[in-house]
Every structure is written in C-alpha cells, then in structure tokens.
Antibody
Framework: EAQLVESGGGLGQPGGSLRLSCAAS????????MTWVRQAPGKGLEWVANIKEFGSEKNYVDSVKGRFTISRDNAKNSLFLQMNSLRDEDTAVYYC?????????WGQGTLVIVSS | DIQMTQSPSSLSASVGDRVTITCRASQSIGANLNWYQQEEGKAPKLLIY???KLEGGVPSRFSGSGSGTDFTLIIASLQPEDFATYYCQQFYSLPRTFGQGTKVE
C-alpha cells in the first residue's frame, strides 16, 4: 500500500528555517512527480511546489520562490522541503503528495507554526 | 494564475438530499479539473479526476461534469459520511490552484 509520512514540522521563528521530510513507501518513488501542498489553520488548500521524478524540474508558488527549496533523494525514497526566511503566513499543515496533476496519495501532514 | 471559485462556500443538507457544488475557473481549463473531499482533521481524498472520472473505490453517488470554465460536483443522495469539505483543483497550468472549498454540514 502506498504511504507517505511527513516529519520535521514544529515551531519556527520568523526569519528562521525548517526542513520538512517525507518518507515514501509502497510504490516506486522515482517514477512519480512529488508535490507539497499546505493548509493554513481553518483555510483552504494551497499548492506549494513540485519536483520531477529525478529532480530535473522544480516549480514553486510565487509566495515561496527564493525562500523554499524542494528536493528529493530517490535512493532513500524521500522528499524534502527546505523552508528559509519563514514568515507568519507560512504557518500551516504541510502535506506531501504523490503526483503532479492528480493527487491520489497524501501524507497525514506535518504542522509548521511560525511565531516568535 | 488561474483562479478557482466554488459556490456555495457552505451548505446545509440532510441525509438523502441531492447536493450540487459548482466550481468556476477564471479561464478555460478544458477538462483539467479534479475534486477532493476532506474530512475534519484528515488529508484530502481524490474523488473525481479529469472533470468526470470516478476515482476507484469512490461511491457512485458522486459524479462530476463540466468543461471549459464551469464544473459541477453532484452527490446524488447524501450519506452521513459525506459531511465534509469539498475542493476543486485545476491542473491545466502551474501553479496548481484549488477552489476555496465548500463545507457540507
């Protein structure tokens, strides 16, 4: 069974950094685009970034460009999101998601709170 | 960016009701639209892809239609487990964008 498990969330300071990880299992990780989607408390879903199967293409929503970096390690079946220059508005549950168009497999999410 | 607008933002319904949720795109997206269901405190679940194709394991009371800019999700007979929030999502272009959600309560 395909599964995604996020980790690395927690409290981050404004201007600080956090690194999210996502461990994939139950499918051939290197065969899929991967995506990060976030959801601020009580709000809707926001696509954040995606990365091609072998990392040759990466895309970001404008609000995180230059601050967040998506990456992957196919040998370890892992997806990452390096979050720098954190802002209050980055507070959200971050979901690791399989796919680039159809989001069939979602992790349980990891909560990031940006606060001083 | 393509803006997705859902209506209504919330609706009150009873078990057995027919529920209709609409989603409008700010430009034509063909049939490049998906629908998701999100229960409270859980990750979203794909219901309908490419506007009208039912995801495996999803009950047949769910259906989707539309193309271009106007799309509809219908729940033919609302069941207790369907009380949730529903989102549309376009995959015509980047960034992928979601509607603001429709809460069925």
């Amino acid at each position: 069974e395909a599964q995604l498990v996020e980790s690395g969330g927690g409290l981050g300071q404004p201007g600080g950094s956090l690194r999210l990880s996502c461990a994939a299992s139950g499918f051939t990780f290197s065969s899929y685009w991967m995506t990060w989607v976030r959801q601020a408390p009580g709000k809707g879903l926001e696509w954040v970034a995606n990365i091609k199967e072998f990392g040759s293409e990466k895309n970001y929503v404008d609000s995180v460009k230059g601050r967040f970096t998506i990456s992957r390690d196919n040998a370890k079946n892992s997806l990452f999101l390096q979050m720098n220059s954190l802002r209050d508005e980055d507070t959200a549950v971050y979901y690791c998601v399989r796919g680039q168009s159809f989001f069939r497999i979602w992790g349980q999410g990891t909560l990031v709170i940006v606060s001083s | 960016d393509i803006q997705m607008t859902q209506s209504p933002s919330s609706l009150s319904a009873s078990v057995g009701d027919r529920v209709t949720i609409t989603c409008r795109a700010s430009q034509s997206i063909g049939a490049n639209l998906n629908w998701y269901q999100q229960e409270e405190g859980k990750a979203p679940k794909l219901l309908i892809y490419t506007a009208s194709k039912l995801e495996g394991g999803v009950p047949s009371r769910f259906s989707g239609s539309g193309s271009g800019t106007d799309f509809t999700l219908i729940i033919a007979s609302l069941q207790p487990e369907d009380f949730a929030t529903y989102y549309c999502q376009q995959f015509y272009s980047l960034p992928r964008t979601f509607g603001q959600g429709t809460k069925v309560e």
